[in-house]
């Protein structure tokens, strides 16, 4: 997931995590869980950190219990992922056009609607006051799902209202829904104003550090949502340049690179629309940057996504059975002026696309979302078999059976931060396992470095999107050592 969480701070110190391991991909990988041996450091060093029936356990019961838990914590992870398809259909209810002719809400309606709900606990449902112009909406939706047609939005919004026993065909089921969605709204309002409280203690301490290490970590017990935006990709390419500069990485140098968590552009409250199809952004942007950059060759570069996520792995799927018939991949850029991106976003905008397909016309902007720049990419089907994809936990499990193939290159943006500490450890475990020596890994979340860990910072950017307050990137630098 490629999710859109961006967070921001203007100057911070680096910590760092990860534990020794195996590389590298061949034809025929193999996911399997992290063993024992490699989770014991980390176990050790975060003894204050696990949870209960580890923190009780000796070392040996740990090592009896590890097989049962890690397979039952994988099941517990995916099931995270209910709740972030449920945080998109919000979202979708707040920012979509498809469904009305509506306006957006805006930053400021939002903000207004925020404290509100941050009045009662987080885990409140009860419904937040809401506007009658948030009212329509929820009507419109309402009434779009009782006759979805083909748009893939809808139907996959009525599929989840289905499940929970919401018809929308039925008057009963239409009355449930609208209570069902004003009660998510109320929860994901209430979620987010302790966010908020979260990060403004961290604030209070008046430690860089400690702020971005709270920002790190600040949804670690929120549902897995897949939406994405483009900006994190401009932010890679800036790092991935200031590298190149710096003689960090040579020309031609990176042939294996793996995406954790890819994204599916759903409905976005930054930059996302509704009004084009759902499409997955980051595979094909690194892929262009890397090409752009001369850091890569097209024909001899591998891209592999890993993902837990059903619909994401299907999307990739789907889009190379396409591309073995010819067809390429198109992707709609959209910006909205009003936002102030720096001249330098803009510009990785205007161009991005320009090393892997060609411009088309992009897709009809509804009347009722003004002043919106919008421009499609089609990408070429060689380049879009470069991406396969892989499920696979990254928390939890490795690609085996690699070979001399190992990642030269790991992207995890906005992946990290759904995770407590304990568990990011373990993810890092498996990063390192998958990272060739001297290979990279760039995120956008600090972790912590143990003294069992491989993996070192190296350094970091500070990428700034646009004049909002809080709108840019830390990319952060993490090199695995040779053994």
Known sequence: MARSCRRFLTRFSILVLLVPGLSAQNSSPRVAYIPYADAQPILKALADELPAELKNASDSQRLALWPEWVKRRDAEIRARLAQGDEDSIVNFLLFGTSFTGRPRITDKELTRLVPQAGRGSSGDSTPAPLGPGLQARVEDLIKALAAPGSNERLLFARRVLNQKGHDVATAAGRASAKKYFLESLARVLNEQASYARALQSARQLDDPSEEFAERSRLYHDRGLSLDTSLLPNFALEESLKAMLARGLLAANNVRRVAIVGPGLDFTDKQEGYDFYPQQTVQPFAIVDTLLRLGLSKA???????????????????????????????????????????????????????????????????????????????RIRPSIVLRVRPEDLNIVLQRLQGLGGGA????????IFVYYGLFEQSLALTNVQHLLRAGGFLLTNNVLLELPSSQMHSVDYLTVVYSDR?????????YRRTAE
């Open 299 to 377: 024909d001899g570069l591998e891209v592999t996504t890993l993902d837990i996520s059903p619909r994401v792995n299907a999307h990739v799927k789907s889009a190379r059975e396409r591309a073995r018939r010819g067809i390429g991949y198109t992707i709609q850029l959209s910006r909205d002026p009003d936002r102030r991106w720096k001249p330098e976003a803009v510009r990785y905008w205007q161009r991005f696309g320009d090393q892997i397909g060609m411009g088309v016309p992009p897709v009809p902007v509804p009347a009722g979302v003004s002043k919106l720049d919008i421009r499609a990419v």
């Open 407 to 414: 990642f030269d290159l790991i992207i995890a943006t906005n």
């Open 469 to 477: 307050p809080d709108d840019g990137d830390h990319m952060v630098w």
